[in-house]
């Protein structure tokens, strides 16, 4: 069983920024780590992805304007957020993918609204 806590979101006018982190219980060294998003009325979505190795993979949407990096020692997840556009408003959850199993935080509201 793996616990996750998201914190950092909050309000932003467009064009700010924010960093998100994710603190995971034991170890995430060698795990994939994701963070998604799900709009209201709309389906979750990946928003960017690090494996253990560290290789990334971001959406379009947000390519040149997230950084997704990762603390193993410190079992921490994180999503560096600029350039913020309203659409960037969702519910952000933090995952990891542990031996076929998808664990989830409870999630962190992002408003981006001036």
């Known amino acids: 069983q793996v616990q996750l806590v998201e914190s950092g979101g909050g309000l932003v006018q467009p064009g700010g920024s924010l960093r998100l982190s994710c603190a995971a219980s034991?170890?995430?060294?060698?795990?994939?780590m994701a963070w998604y998003r799900q709009a209201p009325g709309k389906q979750r979505e990946l928003v960017a992805r690090?494996?253990?190795?560290?290789?990334?993979m971001y959406a379009d949407s947000v390519k040149g304007r997230f950084t997704i990096s990762r603390d193993n020692a410190n079992s921490k997840l994180y999503l560096q957020m600029n350039s913020l556009k309203p659409e960037d408003t969702a519910v952000y959850y933090c995952n990891i993918y542990v031996i076929g199993v998808n664990y989830w935080g409870q999630g962190t509201q992002v408003t981006v609204s001036s």
């Open positions: 690090i494996s253990g190795g560290g290789e990334t």
């Open positions: 034991g170890s995430i060294s060698i795990y994939r």
